[in-house]
């Protein structure tokens, strides 16, 4: 079985920084994890995504520039540091994890099969 756990969300002024986690375990680790991002009235949509083998990232454009996805193998753990954060971002941030994919993950949603619970992030103008 696989889970995955986020933490690090919570409030701050716009301009400011939050850096979420997540740690997955598991069986088999996934080929890729994405952070995925959604607002109330609105689809979840993806944010960023990290193939663990080759490292390459891919983002959103709304985000690009300003969130960074990285890894940590030996502890497990996906990263999403946000920076120069906005009120638009405000959102429940979700990671999952995908099985399909090899040098570079969509950020597609329904590529990805197991889903953590959500972490909130809130950001005040």
């Known amino acids: 079985q696989v889970h995955l756990v986020e933490s690090g969300g919570g409030s701050v002024q716009a301009g400011g920084s939050l850096r979420l986690s997540c740690t997955v375990s598991?069986?088999?680790?996934?080929?890729?994890v994405g952070w995925f991002r959604q607002a109330p009235g609105k689809e979840r949509a993806g944010v960023a995504s990290?193939?663990?083998?080759?490292?390459?990232?891919a983002y959103a454009d709304s985000v690009q520039g300003r969130f960074t996805i990285s890894h940590d193998n030996p502890k497990n753990t996906v990263y999403l540091e946000m920076d120069n954060l906005k009120a638009e971002d405000s959102a429940i941030y979700y990671c999952?994890?995908?099985?399909?994919?090899?040098?570079?993950?969509?950020?597609?949603?329904?590529?990805?099969?197991?889903w953590g619970q959500g972490t909130q992030v809130t950001v005040s103008s």
């Open positions: 598991f069986n088999y680790y996934p080929a890729c």
């Open positions: 999952a994890a995908s099985w399909s994919g090899g040098g570079s993950c969509s950020l597609f949603r329904d590529n990805y099969t197991v």
């Open positions: 990290i193939a663990i083998r080759s490292s390459f990232t």
